[in-house]
Structure formats: structure tokens, C-alpha cells
């Protein structure tokens, strides 16, 4: 019986132990901002390819997003900002799926990049070009 007795004070002992010692609650303290998943858009899984452009001397990171009737160009940073539109001739359908890359490189020896986007088409490959125009800041499809 003494020795049921000294085991339960030694349990009860060691638990009290463990209350005391156990760390307290953070109470009063800013928490660190956590990131929320997703409030980058660039995680939203909308961004079909990365690139950069040269304007006026400036490099500009670049990320490209593609639809049927346009490939839309964001500047490269947490907050979606708009840097041009490149508007097809003609719409191209399934251009998600049918978007094999782009090429970015001064054609007309402007000083500014031109892009040229390719698709796949049946057997071949569609490419549309669109050149910089310094007179309207934006860029022209023209043939390629």
C-alpha cells in the first residue's frame, strides 16, 4: 500500500511539474504577417510564359497570358498591372492548348523588343509577330 501510495504522489508530482513548466500562451503580441496562398496572382495558374521586353532602353520582366482572341502581357510584380496587348488578326481557337512559345528580339532596329508568338496548327506552326509602335505605345500585329 505505501508503495501504491509513494508512485501516485510521484505521478501527481511530476504532472504538477509539467503545468508549471509548460510555455504560456503569446498574449498581447503581434503575430508575423503570413503570406495567404493565392494573393499573389502569379499563383492563381493563369500565366502561360515569362519573358522579358526591351523599351527604351529598359529591361521589363514580363509575364504573358494567352486567350483565343489575344495574348495579354503583365509587368512581373505581386500586383497584376497591364503592360500591352497583343490583339490577333483573327481569333485563335483553343490557343491555351495550341500555344507553343514566344520569341522576343528587336526585328525592325527600333531599340524596342517586338514579340513574336507561336501556335500549333495541325502540321505546321501559326506565328503572328507584333512590332512596337513608339507612336502609339502599343504593339501591331503585322505579317510575319
Known amino acids: 500500500m505505501k508503495k501504491t501510495m ?16 509548460r ?8 503575430l508575423p504577417e503570413e ?4 494573393s ?21 520582366a514580363f509575364c504573358a497570358c494567352v486567350h483565343t ?3 495579354t502581357l503583365y509587368y512581373d510584380t505581386e500586383s497584376q498591372v497591364l503592360l500591352a496587348e497583343l490583339v490577333y488578326p483573327a481569333p485563335v481557337e483553343n490557343a ?3 500555344y ?18 507561336r501556335f500549333s496548327q495541325k502540321e505546321k506552326t501559326l506565328e503572328l509577330l507584333f512590332c512596337w ?9 503585322v505579317p510575319s
Not at 23 to 30: E, F, H, K, T, Y
Open 23 to 30: 510555455p504560456a500562451p503569446a498574449r498581447g503580441q503581434d
Open 6 to 21: 509513494g508512485i501516485l504522489l510521484a505521478v501527481c508530482l511530476l504532472l504538477l511539474l509539467g503545468w508549471t513548466f
Open 35 to 38: 503570406d495567404i496562398a493565392g
Open 40 to 60: 499573389d496572382w502569379r499563383t492563381w495558374g493563369i500565366i502561360d510564359d515569362y519573358g522579358t521586353l526591351l523599351q527604351g532602353g529598359e529591361t521589363i
Open 69 to 71: 482572341e489575344d495574348t
Open 96 to 98: 491555351e492548348q495550341r
Open 100 to 117: 507553343l512559345g514566344m520569341e522576343t528580339a528587336d526585328r525592325t532596329g527600333d531599340g524596342s523588343s517586338d514579340v513574336l508568338l
Open 133 to 141: 509602335d513608339p507612336d502609339t505605345g502599343t504593339f501591331q500585329s
